[in-house]
């Protein structure tokens, strides 16, 4: 592979790398603005029980995984080197 291929995949893998936060900052967005017309719209008409948990809750862990998906395994530490990162470690513990 020459130089210019390279260039081009990490560019097109930074690329889908960006469209991936972008699309969960809009998933983050549209969740902050839609819960809140949720719960008012429940407490407005049916206060006795309320129902937007089941919203918030289910709604929030498929943000969550989203999160997940794109920052949180990073931030774990659990990427695509981690079982050769580990291994190097426990390697050079045993030394």
């Given at each position: ?9 990490r560019?097109?893998?930074?690329q889908?790398?960006?469209?991936d936060i ?10 902050c ?15 006795h ?5 089941f ?13 997940l998906?794109?920052?949180?395994f990073k931030?774990l ?9 580990k291994i ?6 045993n030394?």
């Open positions: 592979m020459d130089s210019n291929q390279i260039q081009q995949q560019y097109l893998k930074a889908k790398r960006v469209k972008k699309g969960f900052y809009t998933h983050l967005t549209i969740y603005l839609i819960i809140p017309v949720i719960i008012f719209m429940n407490l407005k008409f049916e206060p029980f309320h129902w937007f948990w919203s918030v809750y289910g709604w929030g862990s498929g943000l969550f995984i989203h999160w998906t794109v920052f949180g931030l530490g659990i990427g695509k080197n981690w079982e050769e990162k190097k470690e426990f390697m050079n513990e030394n």
